[in-house]
């Protein structure tokens, strides 16, 4: 692990991006209970879903036949991100393919709306489910830096990247 907290991100993909929420939601809680600062920079969640209900429900009404079952009752795991994103209390950077088949880019549009500042989020078009870093390139580095070095109010609001930039 980074030994310097102003180093330290917490970063998921996908479900990932709902678990990172949950321990930075879960970090900020703690830290605010203790009176220190949360023991990470930030937070970056990249293809990620408001709530798994949410998600389920997506992929099946778009992929399964039998849309019809009661997907939000069965789950045990809610991952409601878009309750949870509000108490993160850190940078946030939250990133989207414009063209993922599973989940839509409107899911990470409402979680960066749901946050508070300081906050960037990056639609990247073309983008699929797994590719947005790549595709991405130096506006996905650029973002990733100026989460490391902004000050907490520093970070810029939303930008769409400009296509494929370099590795």
Known sequence: MQPDA???????????????INLA???????KKQHVAVPVRGLVIESSF????????????????????PVRWLLSQKFDSIDKIVDIDMP???????SDPFMPSRFS??????AQEPKHLLLVPGGTHNNSMSLGGNQYRQALDGLLKASPHQLAGPS??????GS
Not at 25 to 31: N, P, R
Not at 50 to 69: F, I, K, Q, R, Y
């Open 92 to 98: 946030l950077l939250v990133v989207h393919g414009l």
């Open 109 to 114: 549009q409402q979680l960066f709306n749901a």
């Open 6 to 20: 102003n180093k330290r991100l917490i970063y998921g993909h996908s479900l990932g991006g709902a678990v990172a």
């Open 50 to 69: 408001t709530s798994l209900g949410d998600a389920v429900t997506e992929v099946a009404d778009n992929n399964l036949p039998v849309n019809w079952l």
């Open 25 to 31: 939601a879960d970090l900020a809680a703690q830290a």
């Open 160 to 165: 769409v990247a400009q296509g494929s930039q």
